[in-house]
Antibody, heavy 116, light 107 residues
């Protein structure tokens, strides 16, 4: 069955960096577009970044453009999110999701806390 | 960016009730709307795609309708696992945006 497992969440200080990973299984990863999304405490869902396969088309939300970088490694069924210049407002649960016409499968998320 | 406005923001209902949630978009987007249920501590779960199509494995008590700028999600008979937050989302264009959510609580 389709599985997405995020990792890499941690407590980091403002201005710091973090790299999230998402490992996929149960489907042909290289055939699918992927996205990162997040949910801040008490807030709704927010789409952040999208990457096509093989990774030549990438979109970002304005809130993370210039600070976050999405990438993928199809050989290892992995999706990544490099997060730089982190801010307190980036505190959230971060999800990776498979994207077709919709977000049809999601991981369980990884918590990123940005605090001094 | 396409704005998604859900209503109500919360509602109280009982098991067995019929519940309807509305989503309005800031521009016409044909049927490019999807609906998700988000239970605490779990990832969001796709219920309806492209306006009215039931995702595989989702119970038939869920249905979606609408096109253009007005969309609805209906739960025909609320079950205990349906007490959750529901989101609409547009897949018409990037940035893909969500409604603010509708929290369905137990009356």
């Amino acid at each position: 069955q389709v599985q997405l497992v995020e990792s890499g969440g941690d407590l980091v200080k403002p201005g710091g960096s973090l790299r999230l990973s998402c490992t996929a299984s149960g489907f042909n990863f290289s055939d699918y577009y992927m996205s990162w999304l997040r949910q801040a405490p008490g807030k709704g869902l927010e789409w952040l970044a999208y990457i096509r396969t093989p990774g030549t088309t990438i979109y970002y939300a304005d809130s993370v453009k210039g600070r976050f970088t999405v990438s993928r490694d199809n050989a290892n069924n992995s999706l990544f999110l490099q997060m730089d210049d982190l801010r307190v407002e980036d505190t959230a649960v971060y999800y990776c999701a498979r994207q077709a016409r919709d977000f049809d499968y999601w991981g369980r998320g990884t918590l990123v806390t940005v605090s001094s | 960016d396409i704005q998604m406005t859900q209503s109500p923001s919360s509602l109280s209902a009982s098991v067995g009730d019929r519940v309807t949630i509305t989503c309005r978009t800031s521009q016409s987007i044909s049927t490019y709307v999807n609906w998700y249920r988000h239970q605490p501590g779990k990832p969001p779960n796709l219920l309806i795609y492209s306006g009215s199509n039931l995702q595989s494995g989702v119970p038939s008590r869920f249905s979606g309708s609408g096109s253009g700028t007005h969309f609805t999600l209906t739960i025909s008979s609320l079950q205990p696992e349906d007490f959750a937050t529901y989101y609409c989302q547009q897949s018409y264009s990037s940035p893909w945006t969500f409604g603010q959510g509708t929290k369905v609580e137990i009356k």
